[in-house]
C-alpha cells in the first residue's frame, strides 16, 4: 500500500510537471515562430511596396531574410531588381516561381523553401522572395532544445519527487505499521481470553450438571467464541500478510498438485451443501511460492463459493497453463450476478456487499488475504461475472520443474 501511494505521488507530480513544462514550451515556441514569421513578411511586404527602403534596411544591417525582387511584366519576362543575399540563376526556374505565385498576394512554396509577397500595378508584377529555410533550421534547433531541456528537467524533477514522496508520505507509513502492530498485538492478546472461555465453556456442557436452559445459554457462549476465535486468526493471518513472507520461503512446488491437495476436502463441504462439484487441473504447472500461503487461496476461494453459490448450484475449479511463462487458477460458481461496481470492492478489509453475510461466518476479510498472498507471490486475483456465474481468477508465474 505505501509503496502504490509513493508511485501515485511521484506520476502525479510527474504529469504536473510534464503539462507545465510542454504548455510553457509551446507557447515560447508558437510565439517565437509566430515573431519571427511576422518579421519575415512585413520586410517581403516592404520590399515589394517600397524597394528603397528594403535596400536601406538591409544595409544598416536589420534582421532580414535573404530574399529576391524580381519584376514580371504582362508577357511573363522576369528581371531581377535587386538580390539581397539571394541567387537563382536559371532564368526558366524564376519563371516557374513567377507562374507558380500568379493570383496570390503572399504564401510559401515549400519545396523551395520560399515564401512570396507579390503586388500588381500597371500590368506589371512586383514579386519578392524570402529564403526561409534558415527560420526553419532556427525552429528546429529551439525545439530540440526544449526537447533536451524537458528530459534533463523530467529527471530532475523525478529525483526531487521521489525524495519528496518519502517526506511527504512518512507520516501514512508511520500511522499503517502503528495500524498494522495494533491488529497484530490485539489478536495475539484476545487469543488466549477466547482459548480460555472455549476451554471452560465445552467443560461446562461436558460436566452433565447444566439444566436445559443453562446448557443453551452455554452452548451460545461457545458458538460465538468460536466465531470470535476465526476472526482474530484472520486478522493474525491478514497482519502477517501485510508484513509479507521472507523471500527465502518461496520454493518451487508444483501448483497443480497443492491445487488437488486442497481441493479434496471441500468435496464432502459441496455434498453436503448440495453444490456439484467438478474440476479440471492441468498437471505439472510450478510456481515459486509458499506451499501454506497459496494453499490457503485456493481453501478461501473454496470456501467463497460454497457460501454465495445458490442452492443446487455448481462448483468448478479449474487450473490451466495461460502462456509460456504464467497459469491461471480459477474457481467458478453459479449464483447471483455480482455488479460491475463491486468486482473491485469486494476485495477490499471488512467490505461486504451483502450484509447478510456475516451471519454466515464471513468479515470481509478472506478475499483481502487472497489479494495479498497474490501479491506477495508477484501474482494477481480478480473476479469476473457473467452468464456462467461468478468466477474469481488467480494468475501466477511458471517457474522450470525442480529436479
Not at 1 to 29: G, Q
Not at 92 to 107: F, I, N, S
Amino acid at each position: 500500500m505505501i509503496r502504490r501511494l509513493r508511485i501515485r505521488f511521484v506520476c502525479v507530480n510527474m504529469a504536473i510537471v510534464l503539462v507545465m513544462l510542454c504548455a510553457m514550451f509551446a507557447t515560447v515556441y508558437a510565439l517565437t515562430w509566430k515573431n519571427v514569421e511576422t518579421r519575415s513578411i512585413e520586410f517581403l511586404r516592404t520590399a515589394v511596396e517600397n524597394p528603397d527602403r528594403a535596400e536601406r534596411w538591409a544595409e544598416r544591417g536589420a534582421p532580414h531574410p535573404p530574399y529576391l525582387l524580381l519584376e514580371v511584366d504582362e508577357a511573363g519576362e522576369v528581371e531581377v531588381l535587386f538580390s539581397g543575399g539571394l541567387s537563382v540563376e536559371d532564368p526558366e526556374e524564376l519563371r516557374d516561381l513567377a507562374v507558380r505565385t500568379v493570383g496570390k498576394a503572399e504564401g510559401i512554396l515549400s519545396e523551395e523553401h520560399l515564401r512570396f509577397s507579390s503586388r500588381r500595378s500597371s500590368g506589371t508584377r512586383w514579386l519578392a522572395l524570402g529564403d526561409i529555410s534558415g527560420e526553419q533550421w532556427a525552429m528546429e534547433g529551439m525545439f530540440q532544445n526544449f526537447v533536451l531541456i524537458a528530459l534533463l528537467s523530467l529527471g530532475a524533477f523525478f529525483l526531487i519527487s521521489i525524495l519528496l514522496a518519502r517526506w511527504a508520505v512518512r507520516p501514512v507509513e508511520m500511522a499503517w505499521r502503528g495500524q498494522r502492530q495494533f491488529v497484530a498485538d490485539a489478536s495475539h492478546e484476545l487469543k488466549t481470553p477466547l482459548t480460555v472461555i472455549l476451554a471452560n465453556g465445552e467443560m461446562l456442557q461436558s460436566s452433565g450438571t447444566l439444566d436445559a436452559r443453562d446448557r443453551q445459554r452455554v452452548e451460545n457462549i461457545t458458538a460465538e467464541s468460536r466465531q470470535m476465535r476465526s476472526l482474530v486468526e484472520r486478522l493474525l493471518t491478514l497482519a502477517r500478510t501485510d508484513s509479507g513472507i521472507p523471500r527465502e520461503e518461496l520454493v518451487p512446488l508444483d501448483l497443480s498438485a497443492l491445487a488437488e491437495r486442497a481441493l479434496l476436502p471441500f468435496e464432502a463441504v459441496f455434498f453436503e451443501s448440495g453444490h456439484p462439484f467438478r474440476w479440471e487441473i492441468q498437471p505439472e504447472l510450478w510456481v515459486k511460492g509458499c506451499p501454506q500461503r497459496l494453499g490457503q487461496v485456493v481453501e478461501i476461494l473454496l470456501d467463497n463459493a460454497d457460501k454465495y453459490a445458490v442452492s443446487g448450484g455448481a462448483v468448478t475449479l479449474g487450473l490451466r497453463r495461460e502462456d509460456k511463462r504464467r497459469c491461471v487458477l480459477w474457481v467458478r460458481s453459479q449464483g447471483p450476478a455480482i455488479p460491475r461496481e463491486e468486482l473491485e470492492r469486494i476485495f477490499r478489509r471488512f467490505y461486504r456487499a451483502d450484509a447478510a453475510r456475516s451471519a454466515s461466518g464471513s468479515y470481509g476479510l478472506g478475499l483481502s488475504i487472497a489479494r495479498g498472498i497474490a501479491a506477495e507471490h508477484r501474482g494477481r486475483i480478480w473476479a469476473e461475472s457473467g452468464e456462467e456465474g461468478n468466477t474469481f481468477y488467480l494468475r501466477l508465474p511458471l517457474v522450470k520443474k525442480e529436479t
